[in-house]
């Protein structure tokens, strides 16, 4: 059964940085794509960020430049790096495997979510 458990978020001021991490058990995130969606309260959970099992990534455009995925392949954990926060970025962040091996498609599994707040 796959598991994965995101840690890191917080309270942080605009312009701060978070790392969110997502331990996986019952995968190995070396042959899976990963992603990041994130929600916002009254906002429909939107696909951030995603990294295939050969590293290539993509973001969406109102985190280009500033957020990073990456992953520990020994560790088994997934990273997103969050840099220049804004208020917007303020949402439960989760973790997500894809549905299909090496490459993103659709989440096929979803960790319980990190709360980031983004103060002014």
């Known amino acids: 059964q796959v598991q994965l458990v995101e840690s890191g978020g917080g309270l942080v001021q605009a312009g701060g940085s978070l790392r969110l991490s997502c331990a996986a058990s019952g995968t190995i995130i070396s042959i899976s794509a990963m992603g990041w969606y994130r929600q916002a309260p009254g906002k429909q959970r939107e696909l951030v960020a995603t990294?295939?099992?050969?590293?290539?990534?993509n973001y969406v455009d109102s985190v280009k430049g500033r957020f990073t995925i990456s992953r520990d392949n020994a560790k088994n954990t997934v990273y997103l790096q969050m840099n220049s926060l804004k208020p917007e970025d303020t949402a439960v962040y989760y973790c997500a495997r894809s549905g299909s091996l090496g490459v993103w498609t659709y989440p096929g599994s979803w960790g319980q979510g990190t709360q980031v707040t983004v103060s002014s």
């Open positions: 990294i295939t099992s050969v590293g290539s990534t």
